[in-house]
């Protein structure tokens, strides 16, 4: 039914002419059009609006082209939804004024039901396909728990989630009540996208590197493997954990569709660490879209070759920076459309 399913086929493991492509934070701030409405419009107002979100989420395919659209939202909603104040303050990120960190904090988080608190993302959801018209499919997201509670309980974004990992350590009860909680609700949240209409989800372990190996297993990987579980027969999974090369090995047994890869990690390892069989997505450093574009699609060509045009998505091994030239951008998406074995 859709008309360019390269990526759905790239997450069964199909053989394709050449691999998709699409970039973390595709919807963001180098492009001047998404600028135009977030000057207008403050950032939960953007994500609230069906009419809005649907807009940006559809500006980069307009401009380049992408073989998927990612729902423009943000992890943040979730939080938001269960009863935490979230602000997204200019120039400085998410703001939690109220962080968890006692008992007494975490009986005030709820689950929430989820077409009350975040019936909006289910109609920008509908909008979004309907501009999409089937042309290409549409990737719904959540954070993964672990990531989450960082923000929750250390109240902003942080080098290193000193207050996050404190309170895992030092009350490891608490802790795990709350990432149970975010779990629950996040499992409905995704369920009710798929619902909606989404054609794939990405559960994104941003701050899962954070973690020693072991700590991993306990604070992050067991919860993700909860969501892959309940998800996997819905929609296909896309686990992304930045950092987590170490997890690999693990993730490719868990039932995702593919499994997300940063640039610290070569393709080669990559494969050899994931068994050779699940499809991987990444991995270029987001700086490295700085390079002049004949030189990203250089390199492009290269990472392509790396990784095999097949079980492969293209895309960066983070978000896009909000300093990339347009070109450049430009450049990475039509290497991929360019690419012939
Ligand atoms: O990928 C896309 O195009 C979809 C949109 C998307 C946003 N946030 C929009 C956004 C996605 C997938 C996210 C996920 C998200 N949000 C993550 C996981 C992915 C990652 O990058 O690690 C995280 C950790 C967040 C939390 C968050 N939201 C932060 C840390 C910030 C501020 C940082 C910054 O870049 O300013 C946000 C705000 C945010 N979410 C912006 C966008 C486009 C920028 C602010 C704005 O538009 O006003």
Not at 298 to 320: A, C, P, R, S
Request: hydrophobic letters at 40%.
């Amino acid at each position: 039914m859709i008309k360019n399913d390269l990526f759905l086929r790239a997450l069964k493991g199909e053989t394709v002419d050449r691999p998709p492509v699409w970039m973390m934070r595709q919807a963001g701030r180098y492009l001047p059009e998404f600028m135009e409405i977030k000057h207008k419009y403050d950032f939960f107002t953007r994500c609230q609006t069906p009419e809005l979100a649907s807009e940006i989420t559809v500006q980069p395919i307009r401009r380049y082209g992408m073989d998927a659209a990612i729902l423009f939202s943000d992890i943040l909603v979730i939080p938001q939804a269960m009863n935490i104040e979230v602000e997204m303050k200019p120039n400085f990120g998410p703001y939690l004024p109220n962080p968890i960190r006692s008992q007494k904090d975490l009986d005030s988080v709820i689950i929430p039901d989820i077409q009350d608190a975040l019936g909006y993302v289910m109609n920008a959801i509908k909008a979004t396909k309907e501009k999409l018209n089937n042309e290409i499919p549409l990737i719904g997201f959540a954070g993964s728990p672990w990531t989450i509670l960082c923000y929750c309980v250390q109240g902003q974004g942080s080098k290193n989630f000193d207050k996050a990992k404190e309170l895992c350590f030092t009350n490891p009860i608490l802790a795990h009540s709350l990432l149970q909680k975010i779990t629950d609700t996040t499992i409905t949240y995704l369920k009710a996208k798929v619902e909606a209409g989404v054609d794939a989800v990405q559960v994104f372990d941003s701050w899962g590197g954070m973690l020693s190996p072991v700590d991993y297993q306990e604070f992050s990987w067991q919860y993700m493997q909860q969501i892959i579980d309940a998800l996997k027969d819905n929609a296909p999974v896309i686990a992304f954990g930045k950092g987590c090369w170490f997890a690999l090995n693990e993730m490719a047994k868990s039932g995702a569709s593919a499994l997300g890869v940063d640039w610290t990690c070569s393709a080669r390892n990559a494969r050899y660490l994931s068994g050779g069989k699940i499809t991987l997505q990444g991995n270029f450093d987001p700086s490295r879209l700085f390079s002049p574009p004949k030189e990203i699609k250089k390199m492009v060509t290269q990472m392509i070759n790396e990784f095999g045009k097949d079980k492969y998505i293209v895309n960066l091994g983070h978000g896009i920076l909000p300093n990339i030239p347009l070109d450049n951008a430009k450049a990475f998406v039509d290497a991929v459309k360019e690419y012939k074995k």
